[in-house]
């Protein structure tokens, strides 16, 4: 089946620097994905949506500024966290949308886990 | 307001009992997806529902679709410590969008 990754699995930073998780579709080319946020024994919540070749759209309460995000290539999506605070610290998961059997497909990444010191 | 309302939100059973999960919610869904998830991975999709009526079976699991496409259930036979894990259920309005919205989860621990 189709395989999403993620790089780093865990990260640790320190209050005030800037991390960057990448998203990468292997063996599918994705326009469309996703970034979500996760807190423990809680749902995903969804923060936006990567476009390839535009800008984001960010969910309400998601500030643009501070979650930057990337989408340069068919088969790459980047989250920035800018300026990290302890409240950051969360379980990031990206998911990415197949269409090559003519229906959407959404696979899930395996998440990276960002924890601000 | 949680758009998808899971129920119940946590459930603890022993192995070889059945269970269901319930997803209900107001809004009519083009089609819905429900997922497991394991501590620090990502969810894995179970199955996808679009069809009001649609039943859908793997192996011991049963997933149901709601008539009004408004809600769907997850039925579980026999369970076993390997179903442990988080269930969340996703709408989405539009086929072709991929984008959609999730439940609060079901956390499920069997015990041998």
């Known amino acids: 089946g189709a395989v999403v990754s993620q790089h780093p699995s865990w990260v640790i930073c320190k209050s005030g620097t800037s991390v960057k998780i990448e998203c990468r579709s292997l063996d599918f080319q994705a326009t469309t994905m996703f970034w979500y946020r996760q807190f423990p024994k809680q749902s995903l919540m969804l923060m936006a949506t990567s476009n390839e070749g535009s800008k984001a759209t960010y969910e309400q309460g998601v500030e643009k500024d501070k979650f930057l995000i990337n989408h340069a290539s068919l088969t790459l999506s980047t989250l920035t966290v800018t300026s990290a605070h302890p409240e950051d610290s969360s379980f990031y998961i990206c998911?990415?949308?197949?269409?090559?059997?003519?229906?959407?497909?959404?696979?899930f990444g395996p998440g990276t886990r960002l924890t601000v010191t | 307001t949680q758009l998808l309302e899971q129920s119940p939100q946590f459930l603890s059973i022993q192995e070889g009992e059945n269970l269901t999960v319930y997803c209900n919610s107001s809004s009519v869904f083009s089609s819905l997806q429900w997922y497991r998830q394991e501590p620090g991975e990502g969810p894995v999709l179970l199955v996808t529902v679009v069809t009001g009526g649609e039943v859908k079976k793997l192996k011991r699991l049963t997933f149901q679709f709601g008539d009004a496409r408004k809600d769907s259930s997850l039925h579980i036979t026999a369970a076993q410590p390997g179903d442990t894990g988080l269930y969340l259920c996703?709408?989405?309005?539009?086929?072709?969008?991929?984008?959609?919205?999730f439940g609060d989860g079901t956390t499920l621990t069997v015990k041998p």
């Open positions: 998911s990415a949308i197949n269409r090559d059997g003519g229906e959407d497909e959404q696979y």
């Open positions: 996703a709408g989405a309005f539009n086929t072709n969008a991929g984008k959609s919205t």
